[in-house]
């Protein structure tokens, strides 16, 4: 990046993503900005996928470095900038656990109870109890499908998205995405009717009333 002829009025705050990739071509303070909004997400992202603060923190930097390293080489697809970051640091994650050989991941419990979890958006779910309820459900699905409701429902991010970070078409995610709810269908079925019938103890624990609303929640 020379730094040179870099106008002195750019409002970097008030800039989209799109506007700042490009001015972080050559001017690293646009790039400061693309950090500071994306800093956390990505920390949290890789901390749930690694499950220690000092792996985070290293790979989250390593993440922002090639960022900057490869930033020249950024085009704008159609999907947000975010994408792009997601999916350098999900490959450095699969390399991480590949270079171990080991497949550690956080318990899902833990990481609705840590700084990412206190910052899912309202509109992912009804209420924490909702969120806890997906987040357990999921915790025994492989890898894949476990990363594709994190980034669906707690990034809420769009299947386009979500394909690039996964290095698959919006095609796949979708089709991989119907195999995993039906997955989760009969989790919910069976959690639903064991809690219903727990705590009323009567015929109408057996009713589908309690169980639509947030099955419709997670598109089952």
């Given at each position: 990046m020379t730094g040179l002829?870099?106008?002195a009025d750019r409002n970097y705050a008030e800039a989209d993503d799109v506007q700042l990739a490009d001015w972080a071509k050559d001017d690293t303070e646009a790039f400061g900005e693309l950090y500071t909004r994306y800093i956390k997400k990505i920390?949290?992202?890789v901390y749930y996928r690694t499950g220690n603060h000092h792996d985070?923190?290293?790979?989250?930097?390593?993440?922002f470095y090639r960022a900057l390293a490869h930033i020249t080489n950024y085009q704008d697809r159609g999907v947000p900038f975010s994408a792009w970051l997601y999916r350098i640091a999900h490959n450095l994650v699969a390399n991480w656990h590949r270079d171990r050989d080991r497949r550690k991941i956080i318990p899902l419990?833990?990481?609705i109870t840590s700084d990412?979890?206190?910052?899912?958006?309202?509109s992912a779910t009804e209420s924490q109890e909702e969120t806890e309820f997906?987040?357990?459900?999921?915790?025994?699905?492989?890898?894949?499908?476990?990363q594709l409701l994190i980034l669906k429902f707690v990034e809420r991010l769009?299947?386009?998205?979500?394909?690039?970070?996964?290095?698959?078409?919006?095609?796949?995610?979708?089709?991989?995405y119907h195999r995993t709810l039906l997955s989760l269908r009969g989790y919910m079925d069976q959690t639903n009717d064991e809690s219903g019938a727990s705590n009323k103890g009567d015929a109408q624990a057996e009713s589908e009333e309690e169980?639509?609303?947030?099955?419709r929640r997670f598109g089952l």
């Open positions: 002829n870099i106008p920390y949290n992202y985070a923190e290293d790979l989250t930097s390593r993440v419990d833990d990481y990412g979890g206190s910052n899912i958006p309202e997906l987040l357990k459900s999921i915790q025994d699905l492989p890898e894949d499908r476990q769009s299947n386009a998205e979500i394909g690039e970070i996964m290095d698959r078409t919006e095609g796949a995610i979708k089709s991989l169980s639509p609303p947030r099955r």
